[in-house]
């Protein structure tokens, strides 16, 4: 099958592209997130025109989200001028979406028939961008996903590194509860679909995928407090961690992924088995810039 992966420089970009090519069971054909800043519709459908693709793998929200940015109405549109291209071209649509489509205020974990909830201009935009893509392209998959960290891009694991690096005193939340996704994990979940859609499989519609295990930035700063007091360079005595006491409620966007098990086979693992590789890759990265820039010095 022929995949145009769509924002294949971040974090679960990077991953998914070494992965597909790793196994080599799909053509692949990546284009970045800068170059897919397309302002107008033909711009768009050139590119998917070209590519010949049988499916189109649209990272660009997830991918912003998760890395900090924001997006706007114009990155709403280009996600309905891709579905248009696939339609046209009798191609598929795969739009990879966020948690944060949810409020936050169910006690339970959200289903993929919840309604996308958050009045946020994130959440509205992203419930925008999953409306355009399921009424546009017959055979789409929007697929949900907690936060996505990885040692490779700019993420919530890299952000917070550069905080512990930096010292001093961390405020963090805890009243807001998810369960993160590791970048390689949530490239086995894209590349298993794939995998099965590339084979005949008709499983379109919204799907759910997140880690097994709940948590919040204080705990999730915790975690990697204690992988990165292993390495030599950095004192963890010189960081303090402190929950942020805010009058808010408790806000909770873990998600519920029976669907995507019973229809893909894919199970769930723990985001914590990953975090010690990921500060390990971090801080050896790291080190290898600050030597490329000595000897280039």
């Given at each position: 099958m022929r995949v145009l992966l769509i924002g294949s420089d971040s974090s679960l970009g990077l991953a998914l592209a070494d992965h597909l090519k790793r196994w080599g069971r799909h053509e692949l054909e990546s284009v970045s997130s800068s170059v897919s800043r397309w302002k107008s519709e033909r711009h768009a459908k050139k590119v998917v025109r070209r590519a010949r693709a049988d499916i189109v793998v649209d990272l660009r929200l997830q991918g912003a989200i998760d890395s900090?940015?924001?997006?706007?109405?114009?990155?709403?549109?280009?996600?309905?001028?891709?579905?248009?291209?696939?339609?046209?071209?009798?191609?598929?649509?795969?739009?990879?979406?966020?948690?944060?489509?949810?409020?936050?205020?169910?006690?339970?974990?959200?289903?993929?028939?919840?309604?996308?909830?958050?009045?946020?201009?994130?959440?509205?935009l992203l419930a925008a961008a999953e409306?355009?893509?399921?009424?546009?392209?017959?055979?789409?998959?929007?697929?949900?996903?907690?936060?996505?960290?990885?040692a490779a891009g700019v993420n919530v694991l890299a952000h917070m590194l550069e905080q512990l690096i930096a010292g001093g005193t961390l405020s963090l939340d805890n009243q807001l509860r998810g369960c993160p996704v590791e970048s390689l994990d949530a490239a086995r979940v894209v590349a298993g679909m794939l995998d099965q859609l590339g084979a005949g499989a008709e499983s379109w519609g919204i799907y759910h995928y997140c880690s097994t295990d709940t948590t919040n930035c204080y705990e999730f700063a915790e975690a990697l407090l204690a992988s990165a007091s292993q390495f030599s360079r950095f004192s963890p005595d010189a960081v303090q961690l402190q929950l942020l006491d805010g009058p808010g409620r408790a806000l909770n966007r873990s998600l519920q992924c029976n669907r995507i098990h019973s229809t893909f086979a894919i199970k769930q693992v723990s985001w914590r088995s990953f975090v010690a590789d990921n500060v390990r890759q971090y801080f050896y990265q790291r080190q290898q810039q600050q030597a490329s820039k000595e000897a280039s010095g």
């Open positions: 900090g940015e924001l997006i706007n109405e114009l990155d709403v549109e280009r996600s309905h001028w891709l579905a248009k291209a696939c339609q046209r071209s009798d191609a598929s649509y795969f739009l990879v979406s966020s948690a944060r489509v949810f409020a936050g205020d169910a006690e339970r974990g959200y289903r993929e028939q919840d309604p996308p909830d958050n009045p946020e201009t994130v959440g509205r409306t355009r893509a399921s009424e546009t392209c017959e055979r789409h998959v929007v697929l949900r996903l907690g936060p996505v960290f990885s």
